[in-house]
């Protein structure tokens, strides 16, 4: 009716691969005109004697209704009255646009009921995850939501929308935390404020003498205290969790300043550590959202408690000696009973060997856009694909923690070329130590070959206490490193090829994501300025690996005990994984710590199976002997 050629509505308002009648500008001129005529025959039904009279004389004039701006109005109107109600087992492609139902799809949502519990279940943030999915849309969608609540029979909860916090007691994006135990005005620490009364500026702790610190009150001063890790990112996470903690719990739940604590407000944080107020407790949100909460759901292990008594321990000891507070009242307080275990690593999380084999194959085949049973990704599907891939045989090839794949430079990759020898091996022979020395002073080495290079791709990275180690890298992480960079448009071999080795393609349109990568790289073409978050990183991964193991259960090439093998897998599974798949090839433990960088080899020690097996075959076989 405006006079838009096909060719730009299909460009702006379609998507080929979901709507294959926009695939060419003739088809989608054809079903427009249907769509018009259907239009027109629901306003000849439904709309008014008037109405129809001028459908009825412009048909027979021009053999089609020819309509203006205002008849086009009236005939929407008319043909409103046939359309159905929105209901919960509606799929979304049924209401809204495909490019909008491809995203709400690809994290699961299919049906108008999923949506609306997707929505209240994450609160204003729900929309972050989805990629092209940004503030404004989130806002369109759940205004039409709510428009039809009565229809849904549903009830779209209040803080549903795009705002970061709704502050009860704030000024801006500064909440006064406050309220009562059962109804608490929680805030992270960068939103956080604290009444006047429990600020601590006249706590009874307070040194007398001149202090080191420009703290007028005890938040200014853990965050001086905090500073200090300013330039290690996982430390002062860790760190600020802590500590933030224990200021709610002071405020809402003790009603004491940081700077008046006691003995027995310690010993009475530990009990809370056990069980934290409900209140307290909730799914991992953003900091940014108002359904943020400082516990997660599965509660603290007895190490985690310990962890955090240390943790507060050291503030309150680094706040005495910069003469902040007269005394440390947690010294006087013992660390939570925890267990001494057997093995500190998860290593079960580790993916068996056939698995694994089978993952990686799943993800070259979606990386090529490979027909999967009659679904084939299409060019940005692969893309993510390439990234989760790049990702995931990183940590799985070279045993990286997610922090260290996130943060990985180019400039700290470069092809060493080194010197092994042909052929060689040992030969144990059953000798005495003085006959095995003078026959074979070279340690038992026979069969050596001439030495010849051979180049291997090599990674700097800084691992946990700050310490930088060297670890290989697979040619298939390489090769996988390149197809993502050729997608971001980066030279992977270029003389000037610097920067981190994983970017996004596609990030959220917030001003916090625009500020740390700059404008989408979807819509300006350039590659993002920062590599991912770690978290954000780790979740692109594990979706992968879930969308695989639903994928193959569906087809049953996968057992249902590895499909849960699956399902329960984690980044951090992949660097187990290398652990093991390194020992199982024999290669040599203390070449399998420097590569892991662990501080003892008792940790790497863990991976080496053998010796466990070899005692359980053992009892197994002491035990058959009684059954005898």
């Known amino acids: 009716m405006q006079r838009i050629d096909a060719a730009t509505i299909a460009r702006r308002y379609f998507d080929p691969d979901l709507t294959p009648h926009a695939r060419t500008p003739d088809t989608l001129d054809r079903y427009l005109r249907a769509m018009l005529d259907d239009l027109v025959q629901l306003a000849l039904r439904n709309g008014s004697a008037a109405l129809a009279s001028h459908l009825k004389a412009s048909i027979k004039q021009h053999g089609s209704a020819k309509l203006t701006a205002v008849t086009l109005r009236m005939v929407e109107q008319a043909s409103s009255l046939a359309a159905a109600a929105p209901s919960p087992d509606h799929q979304v492609g049924l209401w809204f646009r495909p ?49 039809h609540e009565k229809d849904l029979g549903v009830t779209i909860d209040a803080d549903v929308d795009t705002r970061p916090l709704t502050p009860a007691l704030g000024l801006g ?76 719990w002071l405020v809402i739940v003790r009603g004491v300043a940081l700077s008046s604590m006691t003995v027995e407000d310690c010993e009475a944080f530990k009990d809370f550590l056990k069980s934290p107020t409900p209140t307290f407790v909730g799914p991992k949100r953003p900091r940014s959202s108002g359904r ?3 516990f997660a759901t599965n509660g603290l292990a007895p190490e985690s408690q310990a962890y955090a008594v240390r943790a507060i321990r050291a503030a309150f000891a680094w706040l005495t000696s910069v003469r902040y507070l007269a005394g440390n009242p947690w010294h006087a307080v013992t660390d939570p009973v925890t267990v001494s ?21 799943e993800l070259d085949a979606r990386c090529a856009g490979a027909d999967l049973g009659g679904f084939t990704p299409n060019a940005d599907e692969a893309r993510q694909w390439r990234i989760a891939r790049a990702a995931i045989l990183l940590m799985g090839d070279s045993g990286l923690r997610r922090d260290e794949a996130t943060h990985a430079l180019r400039e700290n990759l470069s092809l060493a070329q080194i010197k092994t020898k042909r052929n060689a091996k040992k030969v144990v022979k059953m000798k005495s130590a003085e006959t095995n020395l003078k026959d074979d002073p070279k340690g038992g080495e026979e069969g050596a070959g001439d030495a010849e290079p051979v180049a291997v791709w090599a990674l700097t990275v800084i691992g946990k206490r700050r310490k930088e180690r060297t670890v290989p890298v697979s040619g298939a992480a390489i ?52 590599p991912y978050a770690p978290d954000a990183l780790a979740h692109l991964a594990r979706s992968a690996i879930h969308r695989i193991a639903g994928e193959l259960l569906g087809e049953g090439v996968l057992s249902h005990n590895a499909h849960a093998k699956l399902m329960q897998t984690s980044a951090h599974a992949f660097r187990h994984t290398f652990g093991t798949r390194a020992v199982a090839r024999e290669m040599p433990i203390d070449v399998v710590q420097r590569i892991l960088g662990h501080a003892s080899l008792q940790t790497t020690s863990i991976y080496v199976h053998a010796e466990r097996n070899r005692m359980l075959n053992a009892a197994a076989q002491y035990y058959a002997g009684d059954q005898d």
């Open 173 to 248: 994006n500064v909440v006064v935390i406050g309220g009562s135990i059962d109804a608490p005005q929680l805030a992270p620490f960068e939103r956080l404020a604290i009444p006047t009364a429990l600020s601590g500026e006249h706590g009874t702790n307070r040194a007398r003498d001149f202090a080191f610190i420009r703290a007028e009150h005890d938040l200014s001063a853990v965050h001086a205290y905090l500073n200090r890790y300013r330039d290690r990112p996982p430390t002062l996470r860790a760190y600020t969790r802590e500590l933030e903690r224990l200021v709610l």
């Open 341 to 361: 275990r057997e093995t500190q690593v998860q290593v079960e999380r580790a993916l068996p060997d056939a698995l694994w084999t089978t993952v990686r194959a």
């Open 479 to 530: 090769a996988a490193l390149r197809a993502h960079w050729q997608d971001v448009g980066r030279d992977f071999e270029g003389p000037g090829a610097r920067g981190p080795l994983i970017v996004p393609i596609v990030i959220n349109g917030t001003d916090a994501s625009i500020a740390k990568h700059g404008d989408d790289p979807a819509e300006t073409g350039q590659a993002a300025s920062a």
């Open 99 to 147: 490019l909008v139902t491809k995203r709400l799809i690809g994290e699961g949502i299919d049906t108008l009921g999923r949506l609306v519990n997707f929505c209240n279940s994450h609160g204003g943030s729900w929309w972050r995850s989805m990629p092209r999915i940004g503030p404004h849309r989130a806002r369109v969608l759940v205004a039409w939501l709510r428009r």
């Open 292 to 294: 943020w909460r400082p």
